[in-house]
């Protein structure tokens, strides 16, 4: 490994100080810390830790241009003055200790971006960490961010839909971690020495929309299929399409700790059957759709009815019916193709989404083009999720790999099997006797392969969702 070189007379003394956030990223500070940690980032291995000593005094060179770039940055970010100092102090007893595996705990508790939820407030975030869906090492990663948080929104967390947690974010300049497919920032990938309780949780929905926005308007002229008006109008407005995204992941998020659960609801803990994670997934989405639904139609009635609805109420109106075109497109677009055939959960969500649909007659692929029948869509969808939950009422009663099979057989009834599967053909007595360890290891890579119209939609579709990489709200 050769050593990374940064021209160190850029660290000697400390930058000018930003005191402007809206102009952090253009200037000389960031440009300093970005290029330090891009360089240090080299140097690392899986773990986040420098293990050879060579590289130990470069190191701290490139270091000591982290901690300065955060010192002239800081005052731009006033409100994380607790954490932007605990970062420095993290970094300076990593080089002091020798370059080590990383502890960033104690900044990491001092960043609490889920107190700061303003439309337009900026976070300076510095950390070693992995990006789910990115980097699997615990690299240094330094992003500038931003908040979107809209007064419908703000409105829908203080009614029915709280969730302290929930963080909405924009991606404003980052490191290669996060010139991927990540879209999110979760405290539990960055290095630590102890797992502490987290508070915060977040997506940047300016991603999201993005890729939703490129993905669905190849989709829509592949298939032939006319959108309607007001999903058509999300293709050229990312702001709303960002908006949308919001509504969708702020009641999908805090789904995954309501409703009637067997099992711990935060399921990437353990280790079961990969479809398992599909119908979790999933069923969090269509919930989502399914409260958009109810929002739509409440106030929908209530204007129809000649009712003066407030400003917010009049967006959360708006915006609910955009949530339902998101989840369908995002889904069977998006979702179905996207990855490998490699247990992919949310591929799978994807297809049994479409062939639900299909099999309901609300989605029609006929003579090469893909329709709706958008009046009998939203109780079709709606049905789906009462499915699934059914599914998790009964299995509170269940023993865990009775759930298993029985969710399977759900799947099962809507898709096909692979023809080598053991599932469907029917587990051995061995296994069903045996550990769930068993269980899992018999599914395979691929259970429920794509169907010959996703097949095809893949071949197609394989260059756009390659073109998402990195992709954020600025690129179309």
């Known amino acids: 490994m050769s050593t990374p070189t940064l021209h160190t007379q850029a660290i000697v003394g400390e930058p000018e100080v930003v005191e402007d956030a809206a102009i952090a990223e253009q200037s000389a500070a960031w440009a300093q810390l970005k290029d330090a940690a891009v360089a240090l980032r080299d140097m690392q291995i899986k773990d986040g830790s420098i293990p050879d000593a060579a590289h130990h005094a470069a190191a701290r060179d490139l270091v000591a241009a982290i901690t300065a770039g955060i010192r002239a940055l800081a005052p731009a970010f006033p409100h994380d003055a607790e954490y932007l100092a605990a970062s420095v102090a993290d970094f300076d007893r990593w080089v002091a200790e020798g370059f080590g595996v990383p502890d960033f705990l104690d900044s990491l508790m001092a960043f609490q971006p889920q107190q700061h939820r303003v439309d337009g407030i900026r976070h300076l975030v510095v950390f070693p960490m992995y990006t789910q869906n990115g980097s699997s090492d615990r690299l240094v990663e330094a992003l500038i961010v931003e908040t979107i948080w809209p007064e419908f929104i703000a409105a829908l967390e203080a009614g029915d839909y709280g969730n302290k947690l929930f963080v909405s974010l924009r991606l404003v300049d980052f490191t290669p971690g996060y010139d991927t497919n990540s879209a999110v920032l979760f405290p539990e990938t960055v290095a630590m020495r102890e797992i502490p309780t987290f508070t915060w949780g977040a997506i940047f929905q300016d991603r999201e929309a993005a890729r939703y926005r490129r993905v669905t308007r190849a989709a829509a002229e592949i298939t032939k299929l006319d959108l309607p008006e007001r999903a058509a109008a999300m293709l050229d407005d990312q702001p709303l399409t960002e908006r949308a995204f919001v509504m969708w992941d702020i009641i999908h998020d805090r789904t995954h700790m309501r409703g009637d659960l067997p099992f711990d609801p935060f399921m990437i803990k353990q280790r079961m059957p990969f479809f398992l994670y599909s119908l979790e997934e999933l069923r969090c989405d269509l919930t989502a759709f399914r409260e958009s639904v109810k929002i739509e139609r409440a106030l929908g009635a209530r204007s129809e009815a000649g009712e003066d609805l407030t400003a917010s109420e009049q967006e959360m109106l708006e915006h609910a019916g955009l949530v339902q075109y998101a989840v369908i497109f995002d889904r069977i677009f998006r979702f179905a193709i996207t990855g490998s055939r490699v247990r992919n959960y949310d591929g799978l969500g994807g ?72 599932w469907a053909r029917g587990l051995s007595d061995e296994i069903l006797a045996g550990a769930p360890k068993g269980y899992t290891d018999a599914v395979l890579d691929d259970e429920f392969p794509l169907s010959m119209f996703f097949e095809a939609l893949d071949k197609k579709m394989k260059p756009v969702i390659e073109s998402t990489v990195g992709i954020r709200g600025t690129d179309d």
């Open 351 to 422: 297809q049994l989404l479409f062939a639900w649909l299909h099999q309901r007659g609300v989605l029609h692929w006929t003579d090469t083009a893909l329709a709706f029948d958008w009046a009998a869509v939203p109780d079709a969808v709606v049905a789906l999720g009462d499915a699934i939950d059914e599914l998790y009422w009964r299995s509170i009663d269940r023993p865990k790999t009775a759930h298993w099979l029985a969710a399977y057989d759900l799947v099962r009834s809507v898709l096909t099997p692979h023809p080598a599967s053991n």
